[in-house]
């Protein structure tokens, strides 16, 4: 019904940088938060970045915070992830997330998720 898909990963060396993007496609009729969530070997998934739709506030893991960069684009259901300085600790596969209003009958969102794109930074 509601498709993420994410874009960008792949490998990147220490200090380097990276973009990620997810778009969102199918049956949307509003999208409230988009975010992003990451997920290390043997490691709970973690937030590490959100925004809002309706005026863009964003909220950021402390280990992230100056470093990575949220923005999203609401004609094209899309959220963007600019990774820089980039650490051997961001490794992970970093996950899309977006909370969808499917309808107009419908008055609540639903959490939907991405399929994940691999992040690794070599040191």
């Known amino acids: 019904q509601v498709q993420l898909v994410e874009f960008g990963g792949g490998l990147v060396q220490a200090g380097g940088s990276l973009r990620l993007s997810c778009a969102a496609s199918?049956?949307?009729?509003?999208?409230?938060?988009m975010g992003w969530y990451r997920q290390a070997p043997g490691k709970q998934r973690e937030l590490v970045a959100t925004?809002?739709?309706?005026?863009?506030?964003?909220n950021y893991a402390d280990s992230v915070n100056g470093r990575f960069s949220i923005s999203r684009d609401n004609a094209k259901n899309t959220v963007y992830l600019q990774m820089n300085s980039v650490k051997p600790e961001d490794t992970a596969v970093y996950y899309c997330?977006?909370?969808?209003?499917?309808?107009?009958?419908?008055?609540?969102?639903?959490?939907?998720w991405g399929q994940g794109t691999q992040v690794t930074v070599s040191s």
């Open positions: 997330n977006a909370g969808v209003r499917t309808s107009f009958w419908k008055s609540y969102h639903v959490e939907y």
């Open positions: 199918g049956s949307i009729y509003s999208i409230n938060v």
């Open positions: 925004i809002t739709s309706a005026d863009s506030t964003t």
